[in-house]
């Protein structure tokens, strides 16, 4: 059966029966790019999916600029459920007491300027092919943006 995470419930904008919405297996390897403002729901949405696809053996990579220790605990909660804790690496810039044994702290803004931290960022996750050269230049000046 092929795996499909569940985001939410919604109807269509014309009306209609509540139904799930759900992202499709086959299409999981896609960039996204989730922006919102402050308590939209932002990192809940991706604690969820991140839990889903941990519990489905799926390898999960979060970068937590926020260093928001909730988001690391049920991440965590998710590993020990799918008895994967030695699989659990968890990256944030920001240092935590509570979680010290299981966080490795990065922080790529520390050297060089914007444009050598946007494209240090871009470098880890470059898609070669032609047609992604669009959303390559959106997603270079989105994190030169976010770094600036």
């Given at each position: 059966?092929?795996?499909?995470?569940?985001i939410?419930?919604g109807?269509k904008v014309?009306g209609?029966?509540k139904q799930?919405?759900?992202?499709?297996?086959?299409?999981?390897?896609?960039?996204v790019y989730?922006?919102?403002?402050?308590?939209?729901?932002?990192?809940?949405l991706?604690?969820?999916?991140?839990y889903?696809?941990v519990l489905s053996?799926?390898?999960?990579?979060?970068?937590?600029?926020?260093?928001?220790?909730?988001l690391?605990?049920d991440?965590w909660?998710?590993?020990v459920?799918?008895k994967?804790?030695e699989?659990f690496i968890?990256f944030?810039?920001?240092?935590?007491?509570k979680?010290h044994?299981v966080t490795?702290v990065?922080n790529?803004?520390?050297?060089g300027d914007?444009s050598?931290?946007?494209a240090r960022l871009?470098?880890?996750f470059?898609?070669p092919?032609?047609?992604?050269?669009?959303?390559?230049?959106?997603?270079?000046?989105?994190?030169?943006?976010l770094v600036?």
């Amino acid at each position: 059966m092929e795996l499909e995470l569940v985001i939410g419930v919604g109807s269509k904008v014309t009306g209609g029966r509540k139904q799930l919405i759900a992202i499709p297996e086959d299409v999981l390897n896609r960039h996204v790019y989730l922006i919102g403002s402050t308590g939209s729901g932002k990192t809940t949405l991706l604690r969820n999916i991140a839990y889903q696809l941990v519990l489905s053996g799926y390898g999960v990579m979060v970068f937590d600029l926020k260093g928001e220790e909730q988001l690391c605990a049920d991440l965590w909660r998710a590993c020990v459920k799918a008895k994967r804790e030695e699989d659990f690496i968890y990256f944030s810039p920001v240092l935590s007491e509570k979680f010290h044994t299981v966080t490795a702290v990065y922080n790529p803004l520390i050297h060089g300027d914007a444009s050598v931290v946007a494209a240090r960022l871009m470098d880890a996750f470059e898609n070669p092919s032609p047609e992604a050269q669009f959303y390559e230049k959106v997603k270079y000046d989105i994190l030169f943006s976010l770094v600036s």
